[in-house]
């Protein structure tokens, strides 16, 4: 067993990968909003945690500037903005209704299972000691796509995309120490400005068609009319 | 190295200028001189990179080369031509009521904000500076796709944001994938992201990991490049923002996603040693073009009809660059140019044939030629030269395509003649009718500065013609780079 | 020849003491809701009351109707019977491989589920019908949580598991802390506890346990409801010896069995009591909702098992 030759936090940092899988689960099968945000502050407290973990055990201290970039944003602003919008936007009562919750876990499984496949040869090759949670980033990333594919309202799947954003954060951590900082300073300042493009375009939705609904959004096809 | 900095402080300046001012007259006027002072730098520049060869900046974050140097030149041209046609084009929309002064401020400040970020993207070294350019660049876009506010222009914002958002996301996976295999084999992390230093080390990265890398940066800048099948952004954003921000995402956007792609290409082609980045291009490449010819003919908005052309050209664009070989990879760098030049110039004709007849229906638009002489000619001539007619320099680069596949892969040059006839008669079928048709009651000419629309097209029949050294000379040490051997 | 005696003692004294729990979790519930409740000794009098009274059988009711307590209830103790409680090492081990246990307990189900439908009142059918589908869903997430554990230790007999996992330096195992949480859920929904059944319902429509035994009277229920009663005991004590394995005696010493016994009889009162916690602030959930609930333990053990493969194996 690999795992029992590890040390301590290296456990802990398997667990916590453990964990931020399940947050994907539940974000998928969350129905309420604010569940929904929850949720996602979670997932990003919990790479928080990892990242910290990692900068001790590998000794990358820059790691650290990182981790507290993720939790400004991913825990504490991002979050804070969903929810002050959903009450702003008066949609916190909404509940969305998920067509057969059952196949698409079914379907997220299978992408668990294939994010571990394709991520083999990457395992093979890394010598860090978190190489196995390599697949698990994958496929909190697909899963993320798969949440923006499968629901219908607008504020779910902008928590899908960045759900998105988290896995790749993680999978930079967990691969490579994370990249290097100006890349990483970059890649927060774009998450950000998306944050804040998404609730100005939510507005805009809003005033143009009256709820959040993207199936509403159908006026353009190719089908002529 | 003083140039690459003006050329990306000026377009920064004018993000916050245009910010405060973009409302009032003068507006159009300044977001012209800063576009026209950054073509004044980026020509400066590459005079520099002739004279010198290629720079890389003190800090190693910026590479100028063969490859990008006149790519930025085109940028700054299209830039500045389209400002040329962007004020007046606004000037009018704002008469009619469609946009509002805060708007407008966000159109000119954003305008500038999206050449920054393409230039940046451009002209940086650093692979995950360039996911975050072209990343900040679709930012910029989205609120400008959906400028009118209008249902059908919101929802092609949002069909944009997501959808290419999305693919953006595995990109930036397959870039930390390369700087994983990177860091394997470069002592220094703080290098493991640089694309000089890679190409020297790619032929030991791993090849495994590099082709995987791949897969997610084709999809990921693929999407952005507009290739079937993430592709259905592409007609709804290009068709519902206002005309310049058309022009300007054609010509130049997609133009920069197929560069990341073929600068990661450079670097997983020695990588892997074997065929399979080139065969999933090909194979993206024909998927796009034949489907994208095919769809045009469905088409009953111009800018959509349009905006499919430029998924089939893209779609070109990346067979070539799959079929590997000097002629073709020669063609297909040639053929960015001329897309771009070609395509900006459709547009911006197109921008003013819908202020002459008010829609963007095909069916409604007619007589063009009879009402505004200088603006059907536009319209026939650019659609002439984008499907490929000599001795226009598309019909250069796709002969040179042509050529290649027969010689290497002479089974599939039926389905590209197939697919680039089937695109001809589209264009065609529907052009006929609004240039030469009879003009309804009571249209009258417009105020059109044609002048970018001539001077693109004259360009453009220049490079069909006869290519001037220096571009020809860079176009072959991109080719070299890319293939090991060039056409000169 | 000890080894068989402790097995036969272990049995009796399981199977005697099964009310007990039952009692003891029913006696902290009412002291929870600020009542004083019965004794924890009540389902004992219960049981002696019951077993004195009359059976009264309908007209409609066939055989299978009258062997079904009986069969019910010696399967349940057959189960019991294989499951290590205070020590592994008895010649019963070898039996106590965890498809069986699962495959008993499905004997069990299958001919109450055929009791409750024999009489051909409404009502019986509906529980069976109920039981039917939330063991439907349940099983395979009973199953999966379980192989998750035999993956972790290449063996399905449970006495295996459990001395190995006894033994181990303490690690920290994400596939065993995902399918243990699974195996609560999933304990919860097969025992009819909150919030899949309510165990002290008398409103019909609510009911599905209670639904099937509902024609029953005199010995018949009594044998019915002990049977509940060591269900109920047989998967704390998987619980408790799966999770927790430290404490159960790996071999015959007496020294080594009392000091297990009094362990064991610790861990049960702890999750007596957390069940109790856990049954007084949770409501009943409506039984549409069942299957979103057994869907969540689905997840749990299959993350579970996906953890083990992904992150614990070289």
Redesign the interface.
Known sequence: ????TLS?PE??V??L???I??SS?LLL?QVRLDSLINIFALQGLLIFFATVLMAFIAGKYHLLISAALTLFLKVYFIPGQLRKLVIRLDIRREVEVIGN??LI?LFA?AL??FS?Y?AL??R???LLSTR??I??S?AV?LIG?LM?ISRRK?VA?VVG?MS??NG?FF??VV???G??M??EL??A??VL??AI??G??FF??R???GSLD?DR????T?V?K | MNFVAATLVLPLAGVIILAFIGHRQSAKTVNLIISAATFVTALLLAIEVFRQGPILSVNKLFYIDGFNVYLILLNAFVGMTTAIFSGPYMEHEVAIGRVDDPRMRLYYSMYQGFLFTMLMALSTNNLGILWVSVEGATLATVLLVSLYRTHESIEAGWKYFIICGVGISQALFGTILVYFAAVKIIPGSEEGLLWTVLQQHAVRMDGGVMALAFVFLLVGYGTKVGLVPLHNWLPDAHSEGPTPMSAILSGLLLNIALYAVVRFKMLVDPALGDHLAGNLMMGFGMLSFSVAGLLLHRQYDVKRMFSYSSIEHMGLMTFAFGIGGPMATFGALLHMIVHSLTKSAIFITVGHATHLAGTQKMSEIRGLIRTQPFVGWGLLIGTCAIAGFPPFGVFTSEFLLFTATIKSYPWLAPPLVLGLSVAFAGLFRNLQPMVFGEPPAGQKPVVANMWPVFIHLALVLWLGISIPTVLAQWLNQATVMLVGKGVL | MTGLFWAIAKTLIVVLAAPLMVGWVKWLKCRLQNRKGPPPWQPYRDLLRLSRKHVVLAETASPIFRMAPYIVFSVTILAVSTVPVITVQLPVAALADVIALVGFLALGRFFLSLAGMDVGTAFGGMGSSREVTISSLAEPALLMAFFTLAMNVSSTNLSTVISVLGQRDITLYPSLIFSSMGLVLVAIAETGRIPIDNPATHLELTMIHEAMILEYSGRHLALMEWAAMLKLTLYSLLIVNLIVPWGVALTLVTGDLVFAALIVTGKLLLWGALLAVSETIQAKMRLFRAPQFLGLAFILSLLGMMSHIILEVQ
């Open positions: 067993m690999l795992i029992a301590l456990q802990v398997l667990t990968a453990a964990l899988l399940l689960f099968a919750p059952m876990m499984a668990v299972l571990y394709v040869p990457i093979e090759l890394s196995n949670t697949a698990i994958l990333v796509m923006v607008a799947q995309f998105m954003e790749l999978a930079a691969s490579t120490y990249m290097p100006v890349v970059g890649i300042f774009d400005v998306a493009l998404f100005v375009f805009h939705i005033t143009e068609i993207t959004l159908n006026h353009l190719e002529e």
